[in-house]
């Protein structure tokens, strides 16, 4: 069923499924799309977690959640029409719930704060400068999964009362929630379900070679500095300041999912960072630092990795919730003086098409499809108000979620006290609508900044003496796990109003999801952080966690750190200011539509590459220049089919990595140890092994 085209009502959706009734909440939540839902929220959330360790962000995974969905449902039909056992038939609102699931899952990796807040509190964050052992928490799985129950549900029911102000009254576009429930009424189509098989087959190719050569570089890896990842690409010189190509393909797989500019911002920030800025502080180390500190320490050439860094998201995170909050206004503000709608035009509707971009000729402009419109949304509206979900009730269950929060998270960490608890909690339901509605507008979570903000409150409040690097922490999780669940249901709930799912029916899968992300996850996590602390797969404590850094290092602004490196503050005092200016510039030439719009770095992702060594920055790239050589040979092939191989080849990765920390667990090494030396580094071991006496 394909969208139908009438000439005088233009193109309409929901007159393609006009003949099909909508199912019920027993025929949309099934044993069927339950047990897909769970299969996929484990393999994803193997693969969400590999890429928040590593990089610290997580790109959306709903395009292969649904596409995923979609035919694991579909080959499960066709193995029970085989076996001749009756089922329902399989819907785009079955899809949409399968979907919410497992996002609502997979991006607990993300803001439970496995990669940020979490690892933040660790000694290895900390490094060897700390004097209190109050402001370390190393992590423990017990403490985590009561964390996340504790923290993860309340935002998915304050923001319930708002869904119908923001999908029907003010029609918020959140455009990745459109562009989901495009996809998913796409597939149900015969051209899209031909198409999608074809994506799907793309996927699991990509996802099985990068699968086997995950597993075949173990071979290679039996001791330290061994395999493939260590290969010196571009010389053993660029090799010591970390440009090297480490064959990792997820880093090739989000290189080709994200922006072009997003890619070439982290290599110049690689550029500006590992080869010029860093290697030139080390030429002072004894004069601005100590000799011989470790590399963790932030007294060392770590602090200014840290704080230069840290000054440039800040600057970036300010400027951004500045223009948010100042775009939110006047959207909310030129809404309120718009005249409503008469009862007396006849065919009015209980609500007044708001979107996001529209003006006082909108409607003119739009005339022809006008009619179609009206069917589309009276459908919509219809299926979307049909469920009651009382308000009072979802009320009731955030106060009693955030009354047990805060007599028990003290109990977790005793840094935070309840009054602390109870006022995060107090403020929370404001910043989870203003999150939600810039969402829906602009289609930027802004949670982490939020969550920062109460970060520095908290600490500051706290002290560093009492633990307060801790309490930031802890009161920055708080705040991230309300803010991004809430505005990830509020995505949901539009990709479900647009599929005609029921908001009862995405309420339900996305507190499923959520469950399911509050024991997975920390499981997930957990067999990483082992193996990495026994010395498996890279024969080292765990990965160099860049965004653990950051937030480890904006908490001990906010209690006021002492024993920095000298100088450190007054960089990250320069940066700042340049990254506003950058920021600016960008805003500024967007605005102005100026022809080097498309050229200014992003400031984030320059960032990010002060932390993070230049091997993955340098693969992104690799994937984005795969994309652009598809691109340019095969346009048609390369919007169909590339994100289906960049999902294959993080998935197959992410599964990769998932059996080489199982069989380190097991004790099992590599058989093989492939080592790369320098030219005089190979001489002097040969003629170290001519003195060894030759075996007979």
Known sequence: MESVCDLQEGMSTERA??????????????????????????????????????????????????????????????MLDYLEVSHLPFTRQENTVIQTCVVACTNIAFSGGFGTFLLAMGGNSAGITMKHDNNIEEPGIIRMVGFLFLVSFAGIFIIMPFRKVMVIRHQLTFPSGTATAHLINSFNTPQGATQAKIQVEMLFRSLGGSLVWSVFQ???????????????????????????????????????????????????GSLASWGILWPYIETKEGDWYPRNIGQGSLSGIKGYKVFVGVSM?????????????????????????????????????????????????????????????SFDERRRAQVFLRDQIPNMVTIGVYVLLAAVSTLVIPLLYRQLKYYHVALVYIAAPLF???????????????????AKIAMLV???????????????????GIMMCTLTNGGDVMQDLKTGYLTLTSP?????????????????????????????????????????VPYARVYRGMA?????????????????????????????????????????????????????????????PIGMCIGSLVLYMWERMDPCGERMLSSAV??????????????????????????????????????KLDAFLATLPAKT
């Open 17 to 78: 499924y006009e003949a099909e009734p909508v199912p019920s909440l027993s025929e949309t939540i099934t044993a069927r799309s339950l047990a897909v839902s769970f299969v996929l929220a484990v393999t994803l959330t193997v693969v969400a977690m590999k890429i928040s360790l590593n990089s610290g962000f997580l790109p959306s995974l709903s395009i292969p959640a649904c596409l995923l969905g979609f035919y694991l449902s579909r080959a499960l039909i066709r």
């Open 458 to 476: 908290f600490g500051s409040w706290v002290g560093i003496k009492d633990g307060g690097v801790v309490a930031g922490l802890v009161a920055c």
């Open 218 to 268: 173990w071979f290679f890896s039996a001791g330290r500095s061994c395999g493939f990842r260590v290969f010196p690409t571009f010389g053993m010189q660029a090799y010591r300041h970390g440009f090297f190509f480490d064959f990792s393909m997820t880093n090739v797989g989000v290189g080709m999912i994200c922006p072009y500019m997003i890619t070439i911002s982290m290599l110049a």
């Open 432 to 450: 989870t609508f203003c999150n939600a509605y810039g969402y829906g507008i602009t289609d930027m979570n802004l949670s982490s900044t939020y």
């Open 556 to 616: 001990m602004l906010s209690v006021g750190q002492e024993g920095l490196p000298k100088h450190s503050m007054l960089l990250a005092k320069v940066f700042f200011l340049l990254a506003l200016a950058l920021c600016l510039i960008r805003e500024v030439a967007s605005r102005q539509s100026w022809r080097m719009k498309g050229y200014i770095p992003s400031t984030v992702a320059m960032a990010i590459a002060f932390f993070v060594p230049p091997d993955m």
């Open 504 to 544: 009862r029916a995405v309420l339900i899968s996305e507190l499923v999801g959520t469950t399911l992300g509050c024991i997975i996850n920390p499981t997930v996590f957990w067999i990483f952080y082992k193996v990495y602390k026994t010395g498996g797969a890279t024969g080292g404590d765990i990965p160099d």
């Open 646 to 683: 960049a999902s294959g080849l993080i998935c197959g990765d992410g599964l990769g990595s998932l059996v080489s920390s199982l069989l380190t667990l097991t004790k099992a090494t590599g058989p093989i140890c492939i080592k790369f030396l320098s030219r005089g580094d190979n001489e």
């Open 313 to 373: 998201i800040l600057a970036d995170g300010l400027f951004n919730f500045l223009t948010i909050m100042f775009r939110t206004s006047r959207t909310m503000a030129k809404r309120r003086s718009q005249p409503p709608v008469l009862a007396s035009q006849g065919n009015a509707q209980p609500f007044q098409c708001l979107n996001a971009g529209s003006n006082g000729g909108a409607m003119d402009m739009e005339q022809q499809t006008t009619t179609a419109k």
